[in-house]
Structures are given as structure tokens and as C-alpha cells.
């Protein structure tokens, strides 16, 4: 507990806002226990760790056999009329799709700064990529 008070009161030292508001809210909330579900083949919710792992098994044995995969994925890689046809993008595009990228809001649980790092990256190198 102390260490977390001691961790809440370095961020507020340091100008570190938002980690000092998400460790404040984190606090208050207090411990959260989750309960882990899946949902069984006909989608009833199953509770068991024994079950879930089971149910996991069963459908990943079916993902990975099934029959028509290959032939679907090479439908879909074949989609393209033109074989060399080439997607343009300049550097304008990439500029502007970067502007619209929010920070501290990555998609999925990517790292926080990833969004911002990667702004900044590709417009370092935004004309090498356009060409």
C-alpha cells in the first residue's frame, strides 16, 4: 500500500497527470476480482477452469483442420484484377491519417506512447515512405 502511495505521489511530483488520475482511480476502486467465462458450442457460459480449457482445445482443433482454409486464403490473396497493380500513397495521405491518430488511445492493449511514437517516426521517414 505504501508503495503505491509513494508511486501516486512521484507522478503528481513530476507533472505525470494522467498516471497520477488513473493510480488515484485505480486506489479508490480497490480490488476488483474477474470471473473468466467462455461460451460452450450452443452459447451457454461455462465457469469451470477444466471446462473453458477443454472448450479452448476443442476450438482451436477445429480452427487449425478445417479443410477449406487453404483454398479460401488463396481466393482472397488472387482477389486483385491486376496482378501489378500498385497502391499509391503519398505523402500528404500520410500525413494527414497520422494527424487523425489520437495518443494514449492505441487500438488493443498496445503501450500507451505507442501512437505517439509511431507518429513521430513516420514523419521522419513520411517522404522515403511516399516514394
Known amino acids: 500500500?505504501?508503495?503505491?502511495?509513494?508511486?501516486?505521489?512521484?507522478?503528481?511530483?513530476?507533472?505525470?497527470?494522467?498516471?497520477?488520475?488513473?493510480?488515484?482511480?485505480?486506489?479508490?476502486?480497490?480490488?476488483?476480482?474477474?470471473?473468466?467465462?467462455?461460451?460452450?458450442?450452443?452459447?451457454n457460459l461455462i465457469g469451470d477452469e477444466q471446462a473453458r480449457i477443454k472448450r479452448w482445445a476443442e476450438y482451436f482443433e477445429e480452427l487449425l483442420n478445417e479443410q477449406d482454409t487453404q483454398q479460401d486464403t488463396n481466393e482472397r490473396v488472387n482477389d486483385s484484377d491486376d496482378p501489378d497493380e500498385t497502391i499509391e500513397i503519398d505523402e500528404g495521405e500520410i500525413r494527414e491519417t497520422l494527424r487523425q491518430m489520437k495518443n494514449n488511445k492505441s487500438p488493443g492493449r498496445v503501450k500507451q506512447y505507442f501512437a505517439r511514437y509511431l507518429k513521430k517516426e513516420i514523419l521522419r521517414n513520411a517522404k522515403i515512405i511516399a516514394e
Do not use: T
Not at 503505491?4 to 482511480?25: A, G, L, P, W
Open 1 to 43: 500500500m505504501e508503495e503505491q502511495i509513494r508511486q501516486i505521489e512521484e507522478n503528481f511530483n513530476k507533472n505525470e497527470i494522467r498516471n497520477f488520475y488513473q493510480d488515484v482511480k485505480k486506489e479508490k476502486r480497490g480490488y476488483q476480482p474477474r470471473v473468466i467465462y467462455c461460451k460452450d458450442k450452443d452459447g
